[in-house]
């Protein structure tokens, strides 16, 4: 037998994010995901970020009580073992006795683990013959060597063997004999160990004191357990005022027990369970014997007594089917927060929102598995928003919606249309099925559970979490429910001999692990605030909640549900379980009204009549071969449901029943004829809704309502499978898509993959047609286009453009689309000019010179193809090579304009160019030659600020040397220039020296003047400086000797001879004589 291991989650189902586009079609998108999500039976579905519909709930009104769950006993395998205890309990007290739970390795036996190891190994006695009881130990996970296993055959016999022994129908009388031969001192002895503790008589009879009272057991006794459904006297106890807590520890609460001694119950802290969800119940049973039977015996035995007949019948009574408790006190939504919130904080001892969610899983995991835990929670569950108000933003005429509340109203995700969008079945019942169409809501707290099951009619359902801690959920695909209800069954085969619908009670809950291991297929997921789940047709789920939270629900139906929804009416036939509605009744009224009807869902109901039209008629014929030859027409949808149900497997009857004049209000449908009563054929009558021959007619128009729509997808099938020659135009495909969309087509693979041709086919053609535009633009620029690309600002550049794969992956995609294009052949055209583009370039790049003009032209020719070319920056390079190239060709075709700043800046642009040889060659030139003629300027500059200054000679000879260099040198010009200056000077110089005639002083000074600004070392210079000095000192002698100290008259008059007339008149003349008499005069050598 399996113990409980610590849990491990399954692995997570699916979980989709819509787009905007996708979630604006509620029921399309799940039809969608389906081939997917039903694989796990569940899926979580998360909105567009921007989806938040606000809670809408009035909550200072909102009132509920909630339901009260005992966790373990929400456990198939843990209930099987507490309703075994309960009767070993109940069958020693009826003895007189008192059981108490035994202790192994400081465990609490598990009396039950126990019993079927030991029935598994062939019984007690065959297991005490064959020694097996160490593998009994083995089995039950003990460790061995310890001697286990004679303590468990001790604890066997005296427990469990004499109720074994009972049932086979032994004596009670041996079996008191047996513990009287035990003694009292023996029972002591095995008092620490657990067991069977003798009553001295019945507590209510003259004063006597049980065991609980004597107060000297240590023990545990059996955890006496109180039914779900409380009678009578027990209803009008106040609930909360027997729950108490046991233990240690409030937080992880020890094992439940009823204590022997009034000590140990004064010692017991007891807590306010108004506070708290867990509580913890002393639940004890008593039994009066029967004492008429007493009295008929001769021979009352000794001590505490009961009569065999009394226990045998009271040990046999049925125990009471299992359910949930209502709570007594009714919660708003803030005072049950309050409590769920201190309840999971003190529990885990930390504040909520910091207990990890794999925590509480692998804890609430535990405390189900759990017989010694009795953990109490509170859910408040199947709300009816009719009642309190939906979640959603409704228009129900209470209040008047805000504007943001619109939007969320008219949402088909809102879970009050859902159910009645068009696609959805169950927009055709008119009553409001709460639950089904009327929303549920759920206020969960920590651990509060919802436990396995499926929904009504094997519907989907839908979960919308609107606020508050996660949910966690498991799913099991519908592939796999029978799986499941086939392991629950043998895991728990007890529970469903009593109950054989207990799946469908909502009641039991078994471990996920525990169905892996036997193959069951459980998926799981944390469903959080403002996140859908969806379980699918048939798909088992349950779950429980990581703390206060607040979510709604409801089912809905689509047409692929419908031959489900089939099969569950018969599962439900032969369970004998009741119907929510008619299945056939929903089929005909979708049928009398087709041109409503969804076209895939006219087709599925068309499907489905004709298969129920088929077993209708057979089944009617079978009747009438039987002999019922009296039949009726009646009009079922007006008898109420209650009223049309079978006596034998309560399904609602529509298309037929049988009546029986003795009991006209008793019906059958026809697959239970033979259980109506026993009168004779001629007194039953066939009572049916539609006659056979109307049958026809219903079939007949869904399927024109259906064919409609085959007959469009055969032409759009072959529309979109035509080759190239027999293509349609795109204008046709939009004409089959808007008739689809005017007849309200199914949205299928085939009309999104028309919808999806049509938007590829018309973005196709808006491209081309953009791209042929910028093309002729290009084309016909009057600017290259080039050059406007290179002056434009890169911001403005935003357009981006087609690479030459996208254009041939492009013309491919416009060839292969499944309608014509118009522009597709200018499309083509344009990669044939891309691609002789292409060769060009790669020609002109292959020049070994770069060919400016040839360049400009393939850049203008590529820039008008608006395309994106893997040339064009190389031809960009290349460009910018040959214009530079061009340039210092231009430059050093003429030398005297070739300037060392305009090398440097030619040398400076060509390093910033792509590397390229016959730049490098022109490079290395022109820096030969700027290396040239700044050697040259620097030797220029040199000499003419030389100190000595340089002969004639040697600067000739550099100006000479420097004449070759092909560059304009300012230094070398004007050494030159000195040069020419010099031989000018000296030349004038020896002309004068040569003359006949003496110089004049002036001439001599403006020649010595001249002569010491040329840069050049002029040998006659010193002569003329000589001279100059020597004419200057004779002058300034003379002028001392001869002028007086401020004389108004000149050297020269003075020195010049006078006339006769008189010497005041002398003077006068001489002073008006000619300046050449003066020169004359004054001439010397």
Same mark, same amino acid.
Request: glycine content about 4%.
């Given at each position: 037998?399996?113990?409980?291991?610590?849990?491990?989650?399954?692995?997570?189902?699916?979980?989709?994010?819509?787009?905007?586009?996708?979630?604006?079609?509620?029921?399309?998108?799940?039809?969608?995901?389906?081939?997917?999500?039903?694989?796990?039976?569940?899926?979580?579905?998360?909105?567009?970020?921007?989806?938040?519909?606000?809670?809408?709930?009035?909550?200072?009104?909102?009132?509920?009580?909630?339901?009260?769950?005992?966790?373990?006993?929400?456990?198939?395998?843990?209930?099987?073992?507490?309703?075994?205890?309960?009767?070993?309990?109940?069958?020693?007290?009826?003895?007189?006795?008192?059981?108490?739970?035994?202790?192994?390795?400081?465990?609490?036996?598990?009396?039950?683990?126990?019993?079927?190891?030991?029935?598994?190994?062939?019984?007690?006695?065959?297991?005490?013959?064959?020694?097996?009881?160490?593998?009994?130990?083995?089995?039950?996970?003990?460790?061995?060597?310890?001697?286990?296993?004679?303590?468990?055959?001790?604890?066997?016999?005296?427990?469990?063997?004499?109720?074994?022994?009972?049932?086979?129908?032994?004596?009670?009388?041996?079996?008191?004999?047996?513990?009287?031969?035990?003694?009292?001192?023996?029972?002591?002895?095995?008092?620490?160990?657990?067991?069977?503790?003798?009553?001295?008589?019945?507590?209510?009879?003259?004063?006597?004191?049980?065991?609980?009272?004597?107060?000297?057991?240590?023990?545990?006794?059996?955890?006496?357990?109180?039914?779900?459904?409380?009678?009578?006297?027990?209803?009008?106890?106040?609930?909360?005022?027997?729950?108490?807590?046991?233990? !240690?520890?409030?937080?992880?609460?020890?094992?439940?027990?009823?204590?022997?001694?009034?000590?140990?119950?004064?010692?017991?802290?007891?807590?306010?369970?108004?506070?708290?969800?867990?509580?913890?119940?002393?639940?004890?049973?008593?039994?009066?014997?029967?004492?008429?039977?007493?009295?008929?015996?001769?021979?009352?035995?000794?001590?505490?007594?009961?009569?065999?007949?009394?226990?045998?019948?009271?040990?046999?009574?049925?125990?009471?089917?299992?359910?949930?408790?209502?709570?007594?006190?009714?919660?708003?939504?803030?005072?049950?927060?309050?409590?769920?919130?201190?309840?999971? !904080?003190?529990?885990?001892?930390?504040?909520?929102?910091?207990?990890?969610?794999?925590?509480?899983?692998?804890?609430?995991?535990?405390?189900?598995?759990?017989?010694?835990?009795?953990?109490?929670?509170?859910?408040?569950?199947?709300?009816?928003?009719?009642?309190?108000?939906?979640?959603?933003?409704?228009?129900?005429?209470?209040?008047?919606?805000?504007?943001?509340?619109?939007?969320?109203?008219?949402?088909?995700?809102?879970?009050?249309?859902?159910?009645?969008?068009?696609?959805?079945?169950?927009?055709?019942?008119?009553?409001?099925?709460?639950?089904?169409?009327?929303?549920?809501?759920?206020?969960?707290?920590?651990?509060?559970?919802?436990?396995?099951?499926?929904?009504?009619?094997?519907?989907?359902?839908?979960?919308?979490?609107?606020?508050?801690?996660?949910?966690?959920?498991?799913?099991?695909?519908?592939?796999?429910?029978?799986?499941?209800?086939?392991?629950?069954?043998?895991?728990?085969?007890?529970?469903?001999?009593?109950?054989?619908?207990?799946?469908?009670?909502?009641?039991?809950?078994?471990?996920?692990?525990?169905?892996?291991?036997?193959?069951?297929?459980?998926?799981? $997921?944390?469903?959080?605030?403002?996140?859908?789940?969806?379980?699918?047709?048939?798909?088992?789920?349950?779950?429980?909640?990581?703390?206060?939270?607040?979510?709604?629900?409801?089912?809905?139906?689509?047409?692929?549900?419908?031959?489900?929804?089939?099969?569950?009416?018969?599962?439900?036939?032969?369970?004998?379980?009741?119907?929510?509605?008619?299945?056939?009744?929903?089929?005909?009224?979708?049928?009398?009204?087709?041109?409503?009807?969804?076209?895939?869902?006219?087709?599925?109901?068309?499907?489905?009549?004709?298969?129920?039209?088929?077993?209708?008629?057979?089944?009617?014929?079978?009747?009438?071969?039987?002999?019922?030859?009296?039949?009726?027409?009646?009009?079922?949808?007006?008898?109420?449901?209650?009223?049309?149900?079978?006596?034998?497997?309560?399904?609602?009857?529509?298309?037929?029943?049988?009546?029986?004049?003795?009991?006209?209000?008793?019906?059958?449908?026809?697959?239970?004829?033979?259980?109506?009563?026993?009168?004779?054929?001629?007194?039953?009558?066939?009572?049916?809704?539609?006659?056979?021959?109307?049958?026809?007619?219903?079939?007949?128009?869904?399927?024109?309502?259906?064919?409609?729509?085959? $007959?469009?997808?055969?032409?759009?099938?072959?529309?979109?499978?035509?080759?190239?020659?027999?293509?349609?135009?795109?204008?046709?495909?939009?004409?089959?898509?808007?008739?689809?969309?005017?007849?309200?087509?199914?949205?299928?693979?085939?009309?999104?993959?028309?919808?999806?041709?049509?938007?590829?086919?018309?973005?196709?053609?808006?491209?081309?047609?953009?791209?042929?535009?910028?093309?002729?633009?290009?084309?016909?620029?009057?600017?290259?286009?080039?050059?406007?690309?290179?002056?434009?600002?890169?911001?403005?550049?935003?357009?981006?453009?087609?690479?030459?794969?996208?254009?041939?992956?492009?013309?491919?995609?416009?060839?292969?689309?499944?309608?014509?294009?118009?522009?597709?052949?200018?499309?083509?055209?344009?990669?044939?000019?891309?691609?002789?583009?292409?060769?060009?370039?790669?020609?002109?790049?292959?020049?070994?010179?770069?060919?400016?003009?040839?360049?400009?032209?393939?850049?203008?020719?590529?820039?008008?193809?608006?395309?994106?070319?893997?040339?064009?920056?190389?031809?960009?390079?290349?460009?910018?090579?040959?214009?530079?190239?061009?340039?210092?060709?231009? $430059?050093?075709?003429?030398?005297?304009?070739?300037?060392?700043?305009?090398?440097?800046?030619?040398?400076?642009?060509?390093?910033?160019?792509?590397?390229?040889?016959?730049?490098?060659?022109?490079?290395?030139?022109?820096?030969?030659?700027?290396?040239?003629?700044?050697?040259?300027?620097?030797?220029?500059?040199?000499?003419?600020?030389?100190?000595?200054?340089?002969?004639?000679?040697?600067?000739?000879?550099?100006?000479?040397?420097?004449?070759?260099?092909?560059?304009?040198?300012?230094?070398?010009?004007?050494?030159?220039?000195?040069?020419?200056?010099?031989?000018?000077?000296?030349?004038?110089?020896?002309?004068?020296?040569?003359?006949?005639?003496?110089?004049?002083?002036?001439?001599?000074?403006?020649?010595?003047?001249?002569?010491?600004?040329?840069?050049?070392?002029?040998?006659?210079?010193?002569?003329?400086?000589?001279?100059?000095?020597?004419?200057?000192?004779?002058?300034?002698?003379?002028?001392? $000797?001869?002028?007086?100290?401020?004389?108004?008259?000149?050297?020269?008059?003075?020195?010049?001879?006078?006339?006769?007339?008189?010497?005041?008149?002398?003077?006068?003349?001489?002073?008006?004589?000619?300046?050449?008499?003066?020169?004359?005069?004054?001439?010397?050598?």
């Amino acid at each position: 037998m399996s113990v409980y291991a610590e849990f491990v989650p399954p692995p997570e189902c699916p979980v989709f994010e819509p787009s905007w586009e996708d979630f604006s079609d509620p029921l399309g998108f799940i039809n969608k995901i389906r081939p997917i999500a039903e694989k796990t039976g569940i899926c979580k579905i998360r909105p567009p970020e921007d989806w938040q519909p606000p809670f809408a709930c009035d909550v200072r009104n909102f009132r509920f009580t909630p339901r009260v769950q005992r966790l373990n006993e929400l456990e198939a395998l843990t209930r099987v073992k507490l309703n075994f205890l309960d009767q070993i309990a109940k069958f020693w007290e009826l003895q007189g006795s008192k059981l108490r739970l035994p202790h192994v390795e400081r465990k609490i036996l598990d009396l039950y683990v126990l019993s079927k190891v030991v029935a598994a190994e062939g019984g007690f006695v065959t297991v005490c013959k064959e020694k097996r009881w160490s593998k009994v130990a083995a089995r039950m996970g003990f460790p061995g060597g310890k001697n286990t296993g004679s303590l468990l055959r001790s604890h066997f016999e005296r427990i469990l063997y004499p109720y074994e022994l009972f049932q086979t129908g032994a004596s009670l009388t041996g079996i008191h004999r047996l513990y009287e031969e035990v003694g009292d001192g023996e029972e002591r002895d095995e008092g620490p160990e657990g067991g069977i503790e003798e009553e001295e008589g019945d507590d209510r009879e003259e004063g006597r004191e049980s065991p609980c009272d004597r107060g000297q057991n240590k023990d545990h006794t059996l955890p006496e357990r109180r039914s779900r459904r409380l009678k009578s006297a027990e209803q009008d106890r106040k609930e909360l005022k027997n729950l108490q807590i046991f233990g !240690s520890s409030p937080k992880m609460v020890g094992l439940e027990i009823v204590p022997a001694d009034d000590g140990f119950n004064k010692k017991q802290r007891h807590l306010k369970a108004q506070a708290f969800a867990i509580k913890m119940r002393q639940r004890k049973e008593t039994l009066e014997v029967n004492f008429i039977d007493l009295y008929m015996c001769l021979d009352v035995p000794k001590g505490d007594w009961r009569c065999p007949k009394c226990v045998a019948e009271e040990c046999s009574k049925p125990r009471e089917a299992f359910g949930f408790e209502q709570a007594v006190r009714e919660y708003s939504l803030q005072s049950f927060g309050e409590m769920a919130d201190h309840f999971k !904080s003190d529990y885990f001892n930390m504040p909520v929102h910091m207990v990890p969610t794999e925590l509480v899983e692998k804890e609430f995991w535990r405390l189900v598995s759990s017989i010694e835990e009795d953990v109490i929670v509170e859910y408040g569950a199947d709300i009816s928003s009719k009642d309190v108000g939906s979640g959603f933003p409704v228009r129900d005429g209470k209040r008047r919606l805000l504007s943001e509340e619109e939007e969320y109203a008219n949402s088909g995700w809102n879970l009050n249309n859902m159910p009645v969008l068009e696609q959805s079945v169950l927009t055709h019942i008119n009553a409001d099925i709460s639950g089904m169409k009327v929303p549920w809501l759920y206020v969960g707290m920590c651990f509060s559970s919802f436990c396995w099951h499926i929904e009504d009619h094997w519907s989907y359902s839908i979960n919308f979490l609107h606020w508050g801690e996660p949910k966690t959920w498991y799913g099991v695909p519908a592939q796999a429910a029978e799986q499941l209800e086939a392991v629950m069954k043998k895991v728990a085969p007890e529970l469903f001999d009593s109950q054989p619908d207990l799946l469908h009670q909502l009641v039991t809950i078994m471990n996920p692990n525990v169905l892996m291991e036997h193959g069951v297929p459980v998926y799981r $997921t944390n469903q959080c605030a403002g996140e859908f789940v969806v379980t699918f047709p048939r798909a088992y789920h349950s779950g429980f909640n990581q703390g206060y939270n607040f979510a709604e629900a409801v089912n809905f139906c689509t047409a692929d549900w419908l031959p489900m929804g089939r099969q569950c009416v018969a599962h439900y036939r032969r369970l004998h379980r009741y119907c929510v509605f008619s299945h056939e009744e929903l089929l005909c009224k979708m049928a009398a009204d087709p041109e409503s009807l969804d076209v895939e869902l006219a087709a599925a109901v068309f499907r489905e009549m004709g298969e129920m039209t088929e077993e209708e008629i057979r089944l009617r014929q079978a009747v009438q071969q039987m002999g019922v030859l009296s039949s009726e027409q009646e009009v079922f949808e007006l008898v109420p449901d209650d009223e049309r149900q079978c006596q034998k497997c309560k399904t609602t009857c529509f298309l037929s029943a049988l009546t029986c004049s003795c009991s006209p209000e008793r019906l059958v449908c026809l697959h239970h004829v033979n259980d109506l009563c026993d009168c004779p054929l001629a007194s039953k009558c066939l009572r049916y809704r539609y006659a056979l021959d109307e049958f026809p007619s219903m079939l007949h128009g869904v399927k024109s309502r259906a064919q409609s729509y085959d $007959t469009w997808a055969k032409r759009v099938t072959e529309a979109l499978a035509a080759d190239h020659k027999n293509k349609k135009d795109l204008i046709e495909l939009k004409v089959m898509l808007e008739d689809a969309e005017d007849r309200k087509y199914p949205e299928n693979n085939l009309f999104r993959h028309l919808k999806e041709m049509v938007k590829e086919a018309e973005t196709c053609s808006s491209v081309a047609q953009l791209l042929l535009s910028h093309c002729s633009a290009g084309l016909h620029s009057i600017e290259p286009a080039y050059s406007l690309r290179r002056q434009r600002p890169e911001s403005s550049r935003v357009r981006s453009k087609l690479t030459v794969e996208e254009l041939k992956a492009f013309v491919e995609q416009l060839f292969r689309l499944p309608c014509v294009i118009s522009h597709a052949r200018q499309v083509k055209e344009l990669l044939e000019n891309v691609e002789d583009f292409h060769e060009r370039a790669q020609a002109a790049l292959a020049d070994e010179t770069p060919d400016s003009s040839k360049l400009q032209a393939l850049l203008d020719l590529g820039g008008g193809l608006d395309v994106e070319l893997a040339e064009l920056p190389r031809l960009k390079q290349e460009l910018q090579q040959a214009r530079w190239l061009d340039e210092v060709r231009l $430059t050093l075709a003429e030398p005297q304009r070739v300037t060392l700043e305009l090398m440097k800046r030619l040398i400076d642009s060509g390093v910033g160019l792509a590397p390229h040889h016959a730049v490098e060659k022109a490079m290395a030139e022109l820096q030969e030659i700027l290396t040239v003629s700044e050697r040259w300027e620097d030797k220029a500059r040199t000499c003419l600020q030389a100190r000595p200054r340089h002969s004639m000679a040697t600067l000739e000879s550099i100006v000479l040397e420097a004449k070759n260099i092909p560059a304009y040198l300012p230094n070398v010009l004007a050494l030159r220039e000195a040069l020419q200056k010099a031989k000018e000077w000296t030349a004038k110089v020896e002309a004068i020296q040569n003359g006949s005639n003496y110089a004049y002083l002036e001439q001599l000074e403006s020649l010595l003047a001249r002569g010491r600004s040329i840069p050049v070392r002029l040998d006659p210079l010193p002569q003329v400086e000589s001279q100059v000095a020597s004419a200057r000192s004779w002058r300034e002698r003379t002028a001392r $000797t001869f002028l007086k100290k401020n004389s108004t008259y000149t050297l020269l008059q003075v020195l010049s001879p006078a006339r006769t007339s008189g010497f005041m008149g002398t003077v006068r003349a001489s002073a008006r004589e000619p300046r050449s008499c003066w020169r004359r005069r004054g001439a010397w050598r």
